[in-house]
């Protein structure tokens, strides 16, 4: 007999699909376009592709396929991601993508939840600061380029380098992202930004440097961007999580609703 669904979970997978997919996705691009089912978005020369799963259904992948790269390409975009759902009903989606020369990055855990769960800082040790970028002695250029540093250590694959995207982002649009940082000195020791769109918020690019880590860190970094994140009238908080970020957020009550993998097309590379 199959388990009863959880109303809870299909509330927030809902939730998800309706507020985090699809144009609302790329919102915060720098350009943007519909092809077909497709949002195909810019990100200061770093691309993605967002839809709802549903919409791809009776699509003819390998015509969508060939048509995003062509917008990219085209737009002298060489890398770009298409972030695909654990949940969407898409078997046929998989092969083509490879067949089209994309890779799978590894599975990341969807999570999310009420900004108050996660708002529990613990006291740091001794000689650390907690900061939002820029807020401090260091200048705001300092701070996202310690960031920069402490993500390449830590990430494998690090992603592109958008130091000028980020500062022109946290200096002209302040009030949709913000990027903090537990520092020892001048090096970032721990660090993780929130994306601002209400009613929802993201955390992205949480790191902590591996001797750090188990020392409630990421947590009370966690904390500050939850706060923000409720501050600015956000009533859901979801995360993209590793499996160094998981327990915590499990740990504070977040749902686990969903996967995702991004699919990588290197334009250079093929």
């Not at 969407?88 to 989606?93: F, G, H, W, Y």
């Not at 946290?170 to 209400?198: H, Y």
Request: charged share 20%; proline share 7%.
């Amino acid at each position: 007999m199959s388990p009863e669904p959880d109303p809870d979970l299909q509330r927030l997978l809902a939730a998800h699909d309706r507020l985090l997919r699809g144009q609302r996705e790329v919102a915060s691009a720098t350009r943007h376009a519909q092809l077909g089912p497709l949002w195909l978005a810019d990100f200061g020369g770093y691309g993605m592709v967002s839809y709802q799963g549903v919409d791809l259904a009776n699509a003819d992948l390998d015509e969508l396929i060939a048509s995003s790269v062509e917008w990219f390409t085209e737009r002298g975009i060489v890398e770009f991601e298409w972030k695909t759902r654990g949940h969407d009903d898409l078997p046929a989606l998989d092969p083509a993508l490879r067949a089209a020369g994309f890779a799978p990055d590894p599975v990341e855990v969807v999570m999310i939840g009420e900004p108050a769960m996660l708002a529990r800082p613990e006291a740091l040790p001794d000689g650390l600061e907690l900061r939002q970028a820029g807020a401090g002695a260091a200048s705001l250029a300092a701070d996202v380029e310690a960031v920069s540093r402490l993500h390449s250590s830590v990430f494998e694959h690090a992603g592109p380098d958008r130091q000028e995207r980020t500062i022109a982002i946290l200096t002209e649009k302040p009030e949709t992202m913000q990027l903090w940082l537990v520092a020892e000195g001048d090096q970032a020791i721990c660090a993780g930004r929130v994306d601002l769109e209400p009613p929802v918020a993201g955390l992205f690019g949480g790191a902590t440097a591996p001797q750090w880590r188990g020392r409630g860190i990421y947590r009370t970094l966690t904390a500050a961007r939850a706060q923000a994140a409720a501050a600015a009238g956000c009533e859901l908080i979801y995360a993209e999580c590793t499996p160094f970020s998981r327990p915590i957020l499990e740990r504070a009550g977040l749902r686990a609703i969903t996967s995702t993998t991004p699919y990588l097309w290197q334009g250079a590379a093929n």
